[in-house]
Each structure stands twice: as C-alpha cells, then as structure tokens.
C-alpha cells in the first residue's frame, strides 16, 4: 500500500513483518490474486458468526469441519458469484491435472470442495449483471504467485465499503517470537461509520458529521467481512479454530458488533509440513497449548491492522447507479489521533 498509513502510524504496537499475507506452500508469504490466496495441503478451521452463514458462503467448509485439512484453494468474491467461481476453479484444477494431495482415488480420479467466500458489493457493483466469468477465474488461478500485496479496492475488494468508507483488501502480518510467521489477509467490508475505531480512538464518531452522505445512514450494517489467517506454527484442527476465533477480536477492537445482517466468516489454517511415516500414519507436530497465547495475540493484532490497512489503501469510487463512496479521510483521521493521543508525539485531549 501507499506510505500514508505508515506517516500517520510511525510504529504499530506489535511486531510487524511486512505486509505478508497468505500463500500456498511452507511460510506464509504475500502474494494473492484476482480472488484467490493460493493453495496448500494444510490444517485448518473455520468459525463463522451464526448469522447469515450458509453453505453458499464457503463452499467447502463441509468437508473442512469433517476432514481437518484444507486442501486446495481459498477464492474470494461476491454473493451472487459463488457458484461460478467454484465451478470454474474445479474446471481448472481438471484442465490442469492439478489434483489435490487427498481425496484422491488409485485410478487418479479426484474430487475437490474449493472455499469461496463472498461479501455483498451491491451498492457499488452490479452484482446482478453476473459479470465475473470461468476466464476470470482461471486467469486469477494460474496468476497466482508470493510477491507484493495489492490492498484497497482490488480485485474482490473492489466494490466493498467498511465503516462506510471505501475499502476492499487488506493484509497485514506479525513475527512471533522470532520463530513463526502468522500472516492476515481480510475482504473488509462491514460497520457503520460511527463505529469505526483506530488504535483505540472513536474516530467514526467524530467523523459522522463531517462526511454524512456519500453511503445509507442508519439501521443494521447489511456487508460483511472475510478475514484469513496463516501460520507456519504447527498447529492441530482443534486450534485452528481456537486462532480463528481470534479475528473476531480484531474485528472487534475496529468496532464492529457484527449486526444481524453482518456475515463474518473467519478462516484459519497452518502450512506447518506432515512427516510421512507409512501409508496408513502421518507424525504431526503441535504447539503446546501454554504457549499459544503469542499466536492468539498477533492474530488479534493482524486482523486489526488489516482491516485498517484496507481503508486506508482504498480510494473514492463511484459506481453503479453514479452511487459514491468516499475514502477514508487520511488527513482528518490524522488530526483526530493526534487530539486523541495514541500518535508518536501526539497530546491527549484535555
């Protein structure tokens, strides 16, 4: 992303590493494409909110819950593209012979559930007009590689609003302890304005009055958020889905309350190696549960400053219908944390 979210944020609490996010094979790395974060063979868990969570919305967590691997790729979009994302990354993985490393049969025939997550762009995009195609998908696919993470309104981003300002993808990662990586990636798109906060600081609220407008006010948040997590810390299904709970908690600390209408779908997964041991047994390694609590909090972190780092990389759009949302005003939420006090060298308000 740009360096303005860095001049105003000199030093972000935690151990920063980059703005890795999440790709496919050993450490997390940065790296995603159109609407994919890559592929691995992996342990993983998923916890979604109990509101609007259907099985449309990820398609292969099913199989996820019941097997405790995620075993191929993670594909974002919108709500009304489900379906033809999932089919055209099944078409790919057929074309290409790129079968998963389980659920394969001797005769080398293979089925695959890829996940596909969605958030609800339809206040910008013409989610209706059913524009996203099996060539979009398959060129995002075989584009996918580690390299710079595009953050802002790209890609499946493109037509998300957060705390209503523009928003899209966001990334960012912590070191822990010198000995793991845990990298974020997050689709923001949920909150109300008044509700957004930054490094503790009610920002939304001073900003209401001053940029009302630009999207509908009141009444539940109707968006939502996807949020994906990846460590190389070797870690069991049982406690991927304890770190997976962990994003809610960053979501939490930008102000979000998850409103009836929010779908929050927090997925995550561990790239820590299998030792194969013989055709019927696998060593697995994990991490003692008393020492997790490193881990639990830069996944708390990460998620926070993604889902930052996403408003803050986004610029002002118009879409369907001449419909405009605005950014996020770099300046004003400058001068806000320098009233409020958590800048380096700012003065706390009196």
């Not at 008393?290 to 990389?313: D, G, H, K, Y």
């Amino acid at each position: 992303m740009s360096g303005e979210k860095n001049d105003i944020f000199p030093q972000w609490a935690g151990e920063p590493k980059g703005v890795a996010a999440v790709t496919g094979q050993g450490r997390p790395g940065p790296g995603h494409s159109e609407r994919t974060l890559g592929s691995a063979r992996c342990w993983q868990s998923s916890t979604p909110t109990p509101d609007r969570q259907r099985q449309r919305r990820d398609d292969g967590t099913a199989w996820i819950a019941e097997s405790g691997f995620l075993d191929g790729s993670v594909l974002l979009t919108n709500t009304h593209s489900v379906g033809t994302v999932r089919d055209a990354c099944i078409r790919w993985m057929v074309r290409t012979g790129r079968s998963p490393a389980t659920n394969v049969a001797p005769s080398g025939v293979f089925w695959a559930l890829p996940v596909v997550a969605e958030t609800f762009d339809g206040y910008l995009n013409d989610i209706n007009g059913f524009h996203v195609r099996d060539e979009h998908v398959i060129e995002c696919l075989e584009a996918a590689r580690p390299g710079p993470v595009a953050e802002g309104a790209v890609r499946a981003g493109t037509g998300s609003i957060c705390y209503g300002f523009k928003a899209g993808i966001g990334t960012a990662s912590r070191s822990i302890e010198g000995r793991y990586t845990l990298g974020v990636l997050v689709q923001a798109n949920c909150g109300k304005r008044q509700q957004l906060m930054i490094a503790g600081c009610p920002v939304g609220r001073e900003l209401a009055e001053q940029t009302a407008g630009s999207v509908p006010a009141g009444g539940d948040e109707t968006g939502s958020i996807i949020v994906v997590l990846a460590t190389d810390a070797p870690f069991l299904p049982h406690q991927a889905n304890r770190l997976a709970k962990r994003a809610a908690m960053g979501l939490a600390w930008t102000g979000s309350s998850a409103d009836n209408f929010s779908g929050n779908l927090f997925l995550a997964f561990s790239t820590a190696p299998l030792a194969h041991a013989s055709d019927a047994v696998e060593r697995v390694l994990m991490m003692r549960n008393e020492v997790l609590s490193p881990v639990f909090e830069a996944a708390v972190e990460a998620t926070e400053e993604s889902i930052i780092n996403a408003l803050f990389a986004a610029e002002a759009m118009t879409g369907l219908n001449s419909r405009r949302v605005d950014a996020l005003p770099l300046e004003a939420v400058r001068t806000l944390l320098l009233r409020w006090g958590p800048l380096k060298g700012g003065v706390a308000a009196s």
